[in-house]
Nanobody, 126 residues
Framework: QVQLVESGGGLVQPGGSLRLSCALSGRTFNRDTVGWFRQADAGDREFVAVMFRGSSNTYYTDSVKGRFAISRDNAKNTVYLQMNRLTPEDTARYYC???????????????????WGQGTQVTVSS
């Protein structure tokens, strides 16, 4: 059974930081593209960041560049999203995603990802 389980969300003040974690299980993810999407209450699922396949190539949506950093620890089967200088616009439910065959041109399309976690809520508010 494939599972992606997010953790680390919560309430944080503007300017603060959080680190999200995604525990991967049920298959081998070492060569997969892994990453994060987010969804605000009334919004669509939005691309945030990914690591393309098993490489160190990372991609970010413009609004988080310089503030967020995605990383992975294959030994722990875990993907991370370090989020710094958070703003209220970052408030959303954050979903961990993975896919084994996604191509580079589809990285920002939520429908391209086979595996999704249940999400973890991030709320940025004073």
């Amino acid at each position: 059974q494939v599972q992606l389980v997010e953790s680390g969300g919560g309430l944080v003040q503007p300017g603060g930081s959080l680190r999200l974690s995604c525990a991967l299980s049920g298959r081998t993810f070492n060569r997969d593209t892994v990453g994060w999407f987010r969804q605000a209450d009334a919004g669509d699922r939005e691309f945030v960041a990914v690591m393309f396949r098993g490489s160190s190539n990372t991609y970010y949506t413009d609004s988080v560049k310089g503030r967020f950093a995605i990383s992975r620890d294959n030994a722990k089967n875990t993907v991370y999203l370090q989020m710094n200088r958070l703003t209220p616009e970052d408030t959303a439910r954050y979903y961990c995603v993975a896919d084994s065959r996604i191509i580079l041109s589809s990285l920002r399309r939520p429908e391209a990802y086979s595996y999704w976690g249940q999400g973890t809520q991030v709320t940025v508010s004073s």
